[in-house]
Every structure is written in C-alpha cells, then in structure tokens.
C-alpha cells in the first residue's frame, strides 16, 4: 500500500467520526477571481506543519497560523492554501478557521476530500476552495463533490498528476486544474510534468504549478500557468515575507551552456544555477559524450538538465533525452515546427538573428515550442546580435537572450527585455574553459 493509498483509506474511518454540519460565520471570497489571469502567475502560499516525506516542515517553536497568514497576505500572496490534515500533515480545520480569520485573502481546504460530510466541515470553518484529487476518486465520485462544493459556492481545485488524471479531468465541469509535479506514490518531483499536461488542458482553463517549485521556476511558467502552489519553501525560509517575494518578483534565470565537468555541474547546482546545457552537437567543441553527459546530469536536483542538439536525427534526440531524462531538449538548427512537435521533451527553439527578415520565424514557432532562445548566427562564438531587432516585436512565449552574454552587459540586456533569462557559453569561460567564478559573478548580478 503506498502513502496516497494509506492515506485515503484512513480517511474513510475518519469521515465516520466528523462533527455534525455547523454554520459558516465568514464571509465569502472569490478563490478563482483571485488566482486568474496567465499575464501574471499568482502565488497561494500554503501554511502546514509536516508531510508523510517531511516530518517538520515548520521550523519555528510556536506554530501560530493567524501570524502566518497575516505575513503571507503582507508580502502579497493572491491566496492562502491550508493543510487540514491532521494525521498526515499536522493540520487541523481550526487551523483553516484563524488563517480565514486573519485574512482577508481566499483560503483554500487542502486535504484528501472523498465526502460530501468533509467539504461541509470545511465549508463551516471558512474554506472559500476545497483540494479534490483525481487519483482518489471514480468519475462519478469526482463530478459528484465538484457539483456540492459549487452548490455550496466553494471553488474546486481539481489535481491532477499523470496523463490517466488528464483524461479523466476532461470529463467533467473542473475550472481549475492543479497539476502536481510531485508523484504522490514515490514522492519523486519532476517539475516539466506542468509542462507536459498543461500543453493538453483547454484554453479558458485556470492552471495552478504544484510541488518542489523554486521563485525563480515562476519564470519558466510564463504565460502557461494562473498560479502556483508553494508550502515547503515558504514555511522552511527564515523570512517568509522575503521567500514569498521570489515568486511575485521572480529575479532572471540564469542557463549557462556547453557544461562538460563533474566539478562545474556540481557548482551550478550548489548555487542555485538553473538550467545547465550539455552539449550533444559533433562539430561543437563543447560536444560531451553520453557517458560523461549520464554523470553530470546524476549532479543536478533543481538545476534543469538541457541536452542541446542540432538538425540530428530525431529518434537519436529523443533517445538520448529519455536516457538521460532530461528536463528540456535544445534546438539549434532548421528543425521544422513539425520535428518539434514530435519532440518527447519541453523544447527550447533556438532562432538566430541576423537581420529582420529572421524574425518571421518567431511566429512559426511559438505554438509549438516552449521557450524561445534568440542567440547571434554563429552560436557559442561570443559574439552579440542587434538587440534592437527584437525591440518592438510582440513575442507571446518566454525567451532567453544569448549571443555574447557577459557579465559586463548582462544587466543591460534584461534592462531592456520582458525576458525570463539570459543564456551563456563563452560568457562564462576563460581562455576556453568554464570559469566558476565568472558562473557566480553572472549568477549574482542576475540576483
């Protein structure tokens, strides 16, 4: 029996000794209104004391959701999400109650809900949203408490996890889908999983990024995510305020390119670098062999691995991707949108600039990649392109900037770009070879 299966057949015992149905004393807020809108990723920050992987998330000595709550709202959270569970989590629905009470945000019930009788407790204490999980529950089981909680005016965030959830969620009369990066069977994260299903969910559905998320992983999630879900790296932080502000002002990302040593991987990872490019084009000098490529990648938790191919065989792309289970494949040459779409993994399209004309290529891709890159004609040379040609250009899809990105003129490009991150190869080397400390200079400028 693994954890998600322990935990719901618990759950069905304690349903059994719940208090009986009780009036609501709070006012109402709209959870979905809160949360909304892909032009800017909103953050619910989650309040809990522990998890089944985590046995004390809260650092503190006094765990006090009313101060919590009131710190949350301060530093602009658009809403609270609160682990009710008490046997699992440490939670409790009086917890739900004083965070509700200290805020005025939308407070969403997280817990493992298979009742009717659960979402009236919650409905009692202040809930404005309750958590359904796919995983544990029939079609029929699912719809069912989507249309109590609706009757009873409470927003549902529906998780899912895995393609089967998918296809089960687009049954129903969901609005909002979660979509849970970490797999509640193994508790393994793979943060790409919101890339892969929410590629897949209808337009006018609001998408909430849950599990194993960073501040500067909102940056990734442009444009493809209303919200995202964060607990463990809020509740952890000393400052709880400052830790929040990562995720509403998310600083730049930072890829650096051509890592091909054990001793630079091992950095990127340890400063927090988040994306580490390797190399898998003949002619490159920063060509890595697969091998090696298997040992680097084993370096990086949070640093997403980015295998970088150009015009290669497409079964040979996504073979190497799976073996090494990369989080995105680079391209860096005339792959038609086509070839794109037949990619495994999230892609970063490379397009070269040169002169205006280059720039038509920027709609032909946009639908079918995840992130654009514009990069100089002669990629990995150091040299720059015309910043300018991109100046008055709508780019509906994130972009990283390269081609010669530098210490000495990277807080000029993001000056002047709604860019997620700038991308380096030889900006980041000395006389040919990675330099760690040119890697942190450019990781502390962009901080």
Avoid: W
């Avoid at 807020?29 to 949360?35: M, S």
């Avoid at 109650?97 to 009717?116: G, Q, R, T, Y």
């Avoid at 659960?118 to 408490?145: F, P, R, T």
């Avoid at 927003?155 to 895995?162: G, K, M």
């Amino acid at each position: 029996m693994n954890i998600l299966e322990k935990i719901t057949a618990y759950k069905k015992q304690e349903i059994k000794n719940l208090p009986p149905k009780g009036e609501r004393k709070f006012a109402h807020k709209d959870f979905l209104q809160a949360i909304q809108g892909k032009e800017k990723i909103k953050l619910i920050a989650e309040i809990k004391q522990k998890s089944p992987s985590n046995p004390q998330i809260f650092q503190g000595e006094n765990f006090n959701p009313v101060e919590i709550a009131i710190k949350y709202k301060n530093a602009g959270a658009s809403a609270i999400s609160v682990l009710t569970d008490k046997q699992f989590f440490g939670g409790s629905f009086n917890d739900l109650a004083k965070a509700k009470e200290a805020s005025d945000l939308p407070v969403l019930a997280k817990d493992f809900f298979i009742s009717k009788e659960q979402i009236d407790v919650a409905y009692q204490h202040g809930a404005d949203a309750i958590l359904l999980i796919v995983k544990i529950l029939s079609l029929a089981e699912l719809q069912d408490l989507l249309v109590y909680a609706e009757e009873k005016g409470l927003s549902a965030l529906v998780e899912i996890a895995d393609e089967d959830d998918l296809q089960k969620v687009l049954q129903t009369s969901a609005k909002i889908i979660g979509i849970n990066n970490r797999n509640l069977e193994n508790f393994v994260t793979k943060r790409i999983n919101t890339f892969k299903l929410a590629k897949k969910l209808p337009k006018d559905c609001v998408i909430v990024s849950l599990s194993g998320l960073r501040g500067a992983d909102v940056q990734v999630f442009k444009g493809l995510v209303d919200a995202v879900l964060v607990g463990t790296q809020i509740m952890q932080a000393e400052n709880y305020e400052k830790k929040i502000k990562e995720f509403i002002k998310p600083r730049p990302l930072l890829k650096i390119c051509g890592v091909r040593d054990q001793k630079t991987a091992e950095y990127c990872e340890k400063i927090g670098v988040d994306f580490c490019g390797f190399n898998f084009v003949p002619s490159s000098r920063r060509v890595v062999e697969l091998d090696l490529a298997s040992d680097l990648r084993k370096c990086l938790k949070n640093t997403f691995a980015v295998g970088v191919f150009q015009n290669q065989d497409l079964d040979y792309v996504n073979k190497i991707a799976d073996e090494l289970d990369l989080d995105f494949v680079q391209l860096h040459g005339e792959e038609s949108p086509i070839y794109c779409e037949k990619v495994a993994r999230p892609i970063i399209k490379v397009i070269s600039l040169e002169n205006e004309k280059d720039l038509e290529k920027i709609s032909q891709y946009e639908q079918v990649v995840d992130i654009l890159l514009f990069d100089a004609r002669q990629a990995g040379a150091g040299e720059e392109f015309d910043h300018n040609l991109l100046q008055n250009i709508a780019i509906n899809k994130p972009f990283f900037i390269a081609g010669g990105v530098n210490v000495n003129n990277a807080q000029k490009i993001i000056s002047k770009f709604d860019l997620i991150g700038l991308d380096t190869a030889s900006g980041a080397e000395e006389d040919g070879q990675i330099s760690l400390d040119k890697i942190s200079q450019l990781f502390n400028l962009l901080s």
